[in-house]
């Protein structure tokens, strides 16, 4: 009985407008409709996740110079755009175009990148 009113309700909250659950399974699905809050939101972690698996690695490896910058920039950007040109199919231009996709989370994970990428190397070769 609890499962059918469950059902219920969710169907209830969606017809009354308010947003439906989010679902890991339409991260990889090119079918599913995004609104731009949602696709900011999953652009900008899978940013931030980027930066430190790449803070930490440059940490780790010791790897020093702005070149390294420019590398994780280049590389973060690239599977953000890999990830909604390719992997979604979306259009771009639905969502403010190119320069707002590749934009999003940018700022946040340099901070976050240079905070992992100096804390790992301090660390463990000082």
Same mark, same amino acid.
């Given at each position: 009985m609890k499962e059918k009113s469950s059902k219920s309700? +969710? !169907?209830? @909250? @969606?017809?009354? $407008? &308010? =947003?439906?659950?989010? !679902?890991?399974n339409k991260l *990889?699905?090119? &079918? /599913?409709?995004?609104? +731009?809050d949602q696709l900011g939101d999953v652009l900008h972690w899978i940013r931030q996740a980027v930066a430190l698996i790449c803070g930490l690695l440059w940490g780790a490896i010791p790897l020093v110079g702005a070149i390294w910058i420019v590398l994780f920039l280049l590389l973060s950007s690239g599977i953000v755009y890999c990830?909604? /040109?390719? =992997?979604? +199919?979306i259009d771009e231009e639905e969502y403010g $175009?190119? $320069?707002?996709l590749l934009q999003e989370g940018m700022f946040a994970s340099?901070? *976050?990148?240079?905070? /992992?990428?100096? *804390? =790992?190397?301090?660390?463990?070769?000082?």
């Open positions: 309700t +969710k !169907s209830h @909250q @969606q017809h009354n $407008g &308010e =947003v439906p659950p989010f !679902s890991f *990889l699905d090119p &079918e /599913a409709s995004w609104d +731009k990830y909604y /040109a390719i =992997v979604l +199919k $175009g190119h $320069g707002t340099i901070t *976050l990148f240079l905070l /992992a990428w100096i *804390l =790992v190397y301090s660390i463990f070769h000082f």
